[in-house]
């Protein structure tokens, strides 16, 4: 299923109304107070870590990170630790990074190469790509073991395209129910393994609460002022239209001033018929909950974004950088590279904003925070972690008002 042309013209007509508005809209509500202490209590941050963190889908790697067999990933920044395996036939496998023995990390290094089997570097019990023992040293000092009840720890893997997500939760639904609305309208990058390529890859640490970033990507109230000198000379403020959709995701489109098209600045090959020319139309983006941000800039050039909590008031910053256009000579290799550059310089405006914000919160002078219309995705993301959580889970001063509920739509194809 792919986004119907009806659908696109809606999005397009959504945001256009938008720069019209000239009141708060009649029948939305006042979005209560959100509370500051959300971004740096250490309880709260323990909550989101085990039972958001710990029970969502998660993008985790770009499939060009594991380019062949026995190719490994460490996953650091999750509650549990956790390895990504590329197998023989292709596939990706993900194991906690404990061995079975007595608990040593199979690998040490973020990635690597591991051949054809992982060797625990405390005893050298060995493991194969697809998480069974295999055998261990001096087999006469042990008893019989039972080699299937001895594998690694399995953790659900499952790609969707190019990208590789992980749950640590058993009972999760499978990851095309979680993204819902989100997998029907880019239907389409199921098939881009393989076509859209990882041309660069962001990641560093930043002092700052894991929802700071999130809530800079998901609204377009700040481009005037923090942007005011890049995005902000292309992009439309005013001309933002967003749609809440169910599970705690969403798409947004700001639209360019005066009509300019994406496609005359960025010239790469489309990969998203299904589309329409909204990804030209400005910058179009998705939010899968919890962390992931999905921003087109044009139909052939694209970039996901993940912040991860490190501490309450600490987190790691990821964007992958992909492209139509592999970088294959250096004619392509140097416009993946400046185009890159160019969305990159931009995310970096937003962090330099952020660290002031952390230090009102840690410093308790800042209370509450008040969010208008056009930043209604980042109260629909606290309402949605307090779902996740359970409500009754997350103390009384914590918890934020679920208002939204009527205001989720996920526009109907049709």
Request: charged residues 20%.
């Amino acid at each position: 299923m792919v986004m119907t042309s009806s659908l696109i013209d809606t999005v397009k007509q959504r945001a256009h109304a938008e720069r019209n508005r000239t009141a708060h809209p009649s029948g939305f509500p006042d979005l209560p107070a959100v509370p500051a202490a959300r971004y740096g209590d250490r309880n709260f941050y323990e909550l989101e870590r085990q039972q958001v963190f710990g029970r969502s889908w998660l993008m985790v790697a770009h499939i060009d990170e594991l380019p062949v067999s026995g190719d490994f990933r460490v996953l650091d920044h999750l509650a549990k630790p956790v390895v990504l395996l590329r197998t023989e036939d292709g596939a990706v496998n993900a194991f906690l990074n404990t061995c079975k023995h007595r608990g040593a990390a199979l690998v040490t290094e973020p990635s690597g190469h591991a051949g054809r089997r992982l060797t625990c570097p405390y005893h050298s019990w060995v493991y194969g790509l697809d998480g069974a023992l295999l055998g261990y040293p001096d087999a006469r000092d042990f008893p019989p073991l039972d080699k299937d009840c001895l594998a690694l720890t399995p953790v659900r893997c499952e790609t969707w395209g190019p990208l590789v997500f992980i749950n640590l939760d058993d009972d999760a639904p499978p990851l095309a129910t979680y993204l819902g609305q989100v997998g029907d309208d880019l239907s389409e990058l199921g098939s881009l393994a393989g076509r859209l390529h990882l041309v660069d890859r962001t990641a560093f640490d930043v002092d700052v609460n894991w929802k700071l970033p999130v809530d800079a990507n998901i609204e377009t109230y700040h481009v005037n002022t923090v942007h005011r000198n890049s995005a902000a000379k292309v992009l439309d403020q005013a001309a933002t239209g967003i749609q809440l959709l169910g599970n705690g995701h969403s798409r947004m489109l700001i639209t360019t001033r005066d009509g300019q098209s994406m496609g005359d600045l960025l010239p790469f090959p489309s990969l998203f018929d299904g589309l329409g020319d909204l990804p030209n139309a400005g910058t179009f983006s998705y939010h899968v909950f919890p962390n992931l941000s999905i921003v087109f800039s044009g139909l052939g050039f694209m970039f996901f974004i993940t912040n991860w909590p490190t501490g309450p008031g600490s987190s790691s910053y990821h964007v992958h950088f992909c492209s139509s256009l592999a970088s294959d000579n250096e004619e392509t290799t140097q416009l993946n590279r400046q185009f890159a550059e160019i969305n990159r310089s931009v995310l970096l405006e937003d962090l330099s904003v952020l660290p002031g914000m952390q230090r009102s919160v840690d410093a308790g002078s800042l209370d509450v925070m008040h969010l208008g219309y056009q930043e209604r995705r980042i109260y629909y993301l606290h309402e949605t972690i307090d779902r996740v959580i359970g409500v009754e889970r997350v103390p009384e001063h914590l918890q934020v008002r679920a208002v939204l509920g009527d205001h989720i739509e996920g526009i109907a194809n049709g």
